[in-house]
């Protein structure tokens, strides 16, 4: 039974039912009922139509909910159901336990992309989909378990560990970055009340050991890459040519290879051999990487010979950079005979080699990731002299360790 007339206290006070359900609708707020069970019980409700489909969502019972909190919450409920937002069903997703793949797609979508960079947010999905996701990932969260996270880290580690593009390794390394975003998915369910606090199955999962290795090449190893790079400028594969010029580069200025990569033409300061980096690591608007004579003749000569805007352009598209370097970055460090070596340990090298020249930590990593607002020739007196310096001093060292004659 139902009827409409306007909800006042005295009238919620009197009102009973003894045969059935009674329903009373609020005149001054249209969407708002009142529902009357013959126990004596009086609950609130909401009536809206979410994108042409009926919803009921409740509000709460009488008093607990008094009557003008009961026409606040359905005025708020009504503007949602306005905008496509049906309360019902988020309570029913709510109270539906999640599976772990179920809230790792909403982890990765509303907190790994909003506070890691890209390519972290991809190695880590892939991290997942490889290890984690065949294993564990169609159980509920509250199902993920040690002894299943065991099964898991187990699997991983017997993996064999090959590399192939979109794949992550496999083996004991892989085993425990497993472990480790497992942890940091279940530490985020914890937060968000999907699970007890103190109940992350992965936290205290035993890891392999990691044996630190040195990334800073030796003066011999400097030499040898460097040989390799220059037998590769004068192959007749430009893909080879250009990767060359990205080695040395980051070799010569101790810049990431993937932000010199990316490098634009427009980034080249020309009157102040500056090249001005956006988007660093350190989230600075700038980082200005001071060129010395072999650093800017390698430069110099990228941004002539390109119609790109990018200094290092990919052959099959002008409008892009080139992809990370796997095939050929393999191909020359093998010649150099350092099948072990990566990109980044050329950051390295160039730091180490800053400290064998008696420079501090502080002068290092003051040029390695400092930041400077002005980006305009306009500016260019502004540059600060010592750091300009200190790069060129630790440049002219890498290239003499490279057989490098100074411009």
């Given at each position: 039974m139902a009827l409409e007339r306007k909800l006042t206290q005295a009238f919620i006070e009197k009102i009973s039912t003894d045969k059935e359900k009674l329903e009373v609708v609020d005149s001054v707020v249209p969407v708002l009922r009142l529902i009357v069970r013959p126990t004596g019980r009086k609950v609130f409700q909401a009536y809206v139509r979410?994108?042409?489909?009926?919803?009921?969502?409740?509000?709460?019972?009488?008093?607990?909910?008094?009557?003008?909190?009961?026409?606040?919450?359905?005025?708020?409920?009504?503007?949602?159901?306005?905008e496509g937002i049906d309360l019902a069903l988020r309570r029913a997703d709510a109270r539906k336990?999640?599976?772990l793949d179920e809230f790792a797609e909403r982890w990765f979508r509303d907190h790994a992309s909003i506070i890691h960079k890209a390519r972290t947010v991809y190695a880590n999905?892939?991290?997942?989909?490889?290890?984690?996701?065949?294993?564990?990932?169609?159980?509920?969260?509250?199902?993920?378990?040690?002894?299943?996270?065991?099964?898991?880290?187990?699997?991983?580690?017997?993996?064999?560990?090959?590399?192939k593009p979109g794949r992550p390794l496999g083996g004991k390394v892989?085993?425990?970055?497993?472990?480790a975003l497992l942890s940091m998915i279940m530490t985020t369910a914890e937060d968000w009340n999907l699970i007890p606090k103190g109940s992350d199955p992965a936290k205290r999962q035993r890891r392999?050991?990691?044996?630190?290795?040195?990334?800073?090449?030796?003066?011999?190893?400097?030499?040898?890459?460097?040989d390799a790079c220059r037998e590769a400028a004068q192959s007749s594969d430009r893909q080879m040519q250009i990767v060359a010029d990205l080695i040395e580069l980051s070799l010569l200025t101790g810049v990431r290879p993937g932000e010199m990569r990316t490098a634009r033409a427009s980034h080249v300061q020309a009157d102040e051999k500056v090249l001005a980096l956006p988007n660093n690591k350190e989230q600075d608007k700038w980082k200005l990487i001071y060129l010395g004579p072999?650093?800017?003749?390698i430069v110099a000569k990228l941004k002539l010979a390109t119609a790109s805007d990018w200094l290092f352009p990919s052959e099959r598209r002008e409008d892009q950079p080139i992809s990370p370097p796997?095939?050929?970055?393999?191909?020359?460090?093998?010649?150099?005979?350092?099948?072990?070596?990566?990109?980044?340990?050329?950051?390295?090298?160039?730091?180490s080699t800053g400290l064998d020249e008696d420079f501090t930590l502080d002068q290092i990593?003051?040029?390695?990731?400092?930041?400077?607002?002005?980006t305009t020739k306009r500016y260019a007196y502004l540059l600060d002299g010592t750091r300009r310096t200190v790069s060129n001093e630790i440049e002219g060292r890498v290239a003499q360790l490279m057989g490098r004659r100074r411009k």
């Amino acid at each position: 039974m139902a009827l409409e007339r306007k909800l006042t206290q005295a009238f919620i006070e009197k009102i009973s039912t003894d045969k059935e359900k009674l329903e009373v609708v609020d005149s001054v707020v249209p969407v708002l009922r009142l529902i009357v069970r013959p126990t004596g019980r009086k609950v609130f409700q909401a009536y809206v139509r979410v994108n042409g489909r009926q919803s009921r969502p409740g509000i709460g019972s009488w008093p607990t909910i008094t009557l003008d909190e009961a026409r606040r919450k359905a005025r708020r409920i009504a503007a949602d159901a306005d905008e496509g937002i049906d309360l019902a069903l988020r309570r029913a997703d709510a109270r539906k336990e999640q599976t772990l793949d179920e809230f790792a797609e909403r982890w990765f979508r509303d907190h790994a992309s909003i506070i890691h960079k890209a390519r972290t947010v991809y190695a880590n999905r892939s991290l997942y989909r490889v290890h984690i996701s065949p294993k564990l990932g169609r159980l509920a969260l509250s199902k993920v378990t040690r002894d299943k996270v065991a099964e898991m880290f187990a699997a991983a580690s017997q993996m064999r560990a090959t590399a192939k593009p979109g794949r992550p390794l496999g083996g004991k390394v892989a085993a425990n970055r497993s472990v480790a975003l497992l942890s940091m998915i279940m530490t985020t369910a914890e937060d968000w009340n999907l699970i007890p606090k103190g109940s992350d199955p992965a936290k205290r999962q035993r890891r392999h050991k990691e044996h630190r290795r040195r990334g800073a090449l030796s003066p011999d190893a400097i030499k040898r890459l460097s040989d390799a790079c220059r037998e590769a400028a004068q192959s007749s594969d430009r893909q080879m040519q250009i990767v060359a010029d990205l080695i040395e580069l980051s070799l010569l200025t101790g810049v990431r290879p993937g932000e010199m990569r990316t490098a634009r033409a427009s980034h080249v300061q020309a009157d102040e051999k500056v090249l001005a980096l956006p988007n660093n690591k350190e989230q600075d608007k700038w980082k200005l990487i001071y060129l010395g004579p072999d650093a800017w003749a390698i430069v110099a000569k990228l941004k002539l010979a390109t119609a790109s805007d990018w200094l290092f352009p990919s052959e099959r598209r002008e409008d892009q950079p080139i992809s990370p370097p796997r095939g050929a970055w393999d191909k020359i460090r093998g010649k150099a005979g350092l099948p072990d070596t990566t990109l980044h340990d050329l950051r390295h090298t160039w730091a180490s080699t800053g400290l064998d020249e008696d420079f501090t930590l502080d002068q290092i990593g003051d040029i390695m990731g400092h930041a400077d607002p002005t980006t305009t020739k306009r500016y260019a007196y502004l540059l600060d002299g010592t750091r300009r310096t200190v790069s060129n001093e630790i440049e002219g060292r890498v290239a003499q360790l490279m057989g490098r004659r100074r411009k």
